[in-house]
């Protein structure tokens, strides 16, 4: 049977393939270290779960409102005022079923065939692939690792056409862990505001954040701003909720009501249970996020220090998510190899160590690695990258 065009245009995750092939080392009985999570390895703080239990068992197993339960989008509303001091109503709002199903329903929510919209390398994986199912067109501009992988004001007003649509903004960002300041966000929400381009901020590491770093939403900058974005969220890193797939999109009223008239026809509703639980994540607080956020900060020091003393690797010092997205391709090159994916895959197959290559992300130089595992897998990890570095270098 012949395929639709949108699924053949679509790239594999180099995520899920390197994954895929940890695993079946795994089964093989080797001993291999994946580094290769996006999430992090806590289970959900206990308050959440015991919300979503209690829910259930007062018989909360129904149908919900398309765009999310009136409580969650209030409890939403309320966690913009308090850390953002952002204010939002109730039709400004709309939950999903995952941040990334409230991104792909926006695609499909704003573009049209050929539509583009502008996003910054190195970039989160789906982020092209959704602009291509809703028949847009990726444009790239190329973060430069010299600027910690950020954009300038320049770089946007130079990509911008007459079908420029949106511009992603992704701070912290996933790979690199970077941050925008206050003046570099105010000066790109200034090209975008020029020429009408929509702002879509996705903000899902923002309680990930290191060594003193403030997360600052665009949307809080003024109310222009706030009128020109899209914010997308969700409690998948926050309070390590992965797999309940409960995220969200705030700002015009428009484009929110547009998605949930999407979101009626493909989801229904997000998971009930799932939103009761994320009630408790947004008005509840056991101390479990803080625990978690200061646990990656200790690893991010000790595996970092290691991971830069390794020789023909470097890497700017992120400032929050749990990833380091070294430069390897020194690293390759006196290793023999011509690039860095193929070095990649060596080093899995002989030291059985799995990383992300960074060509998956717009940035084939670099591979990406998660510290969402223990210190002691990360520090055993780095420690056969470096032997087999010095091995293959002879």
Partial sequence: MKLAKRVSTLTPSSTLAITAKAKALREQGHDVIGLGAGEPDFNTPQYIIDAAVKSMEEGQTKY????????????????????????????????????????????????????????????????????????????????????????????????????TKAFILNSPSNPTGSMYSEEEMRELGEVCLKHDILIV??????????DGAVHTSIAQLSDELKEQTIIINGVSKSHSMTGWRIGYAAGNVEIIKAMTNLASHSTSNPTANAQFGTIAAYTEDDGSVENMRQAFEGRLHKVYEQLVAIPGLSCVKPKGAFYLFPN????????????????????????????????????????????????????????????????KSK
Avoid: M
Avoid at 129 to 139: F, M, N, S
Avoid at 352 to 368: D, H, I, T, W
Avoid at 369 to 388: D, K, N
């Fill in 64 to 163: 919900t409102p398309s765009g999310g339960l009136p409580k969650l989008k209030d409890a939403v509303i309320g966690k913009f005022k308090e850390d953002q001091n952002i204010t939002y109503s109730a039709n400004e709002i709309i939950v999903c079923s995952g941040a990334k199903h409230a991104l792909y329903t926006l695609f499909q929510a704003i573009l049209d065939e050929g539509d583009e919209v502008i996003i910054p390398t190195p970039y989160w994986v789906s982020y092209p692939e959704q602009v291509k199912l809703a028949d847009g067109k990726p444009v790239y501009i190329e973060g430069k690792e010299s600027n910690e992988f950020k954009v300038t004001k320049e770089q946007l007003e130079a990509a911008i056409t007459d079908r």
């Fill in 201 to 210: 901020s996705d903000e899902i590491y923002e309680k990930l954040v290191y």
């Fill in 328 to 391: 390897a391709i020194e690293a390759a090159t006196n290793c023999g190899y011509d690039n860095v994916d193929d070095w990649v895959t060596a080093l899995l197959d002989e030291e059985k160590v799995a990383l992300v290559p960074g060509s998956g992300f717009g940035a084939p130089e670099n591979v990406r690695l998660s510290y969402a595992t223990s210190l002691e897998a990360i520090q055993e990890a780095l420690t056969r990258i470096e032997r087999f570095i010095e091995k």
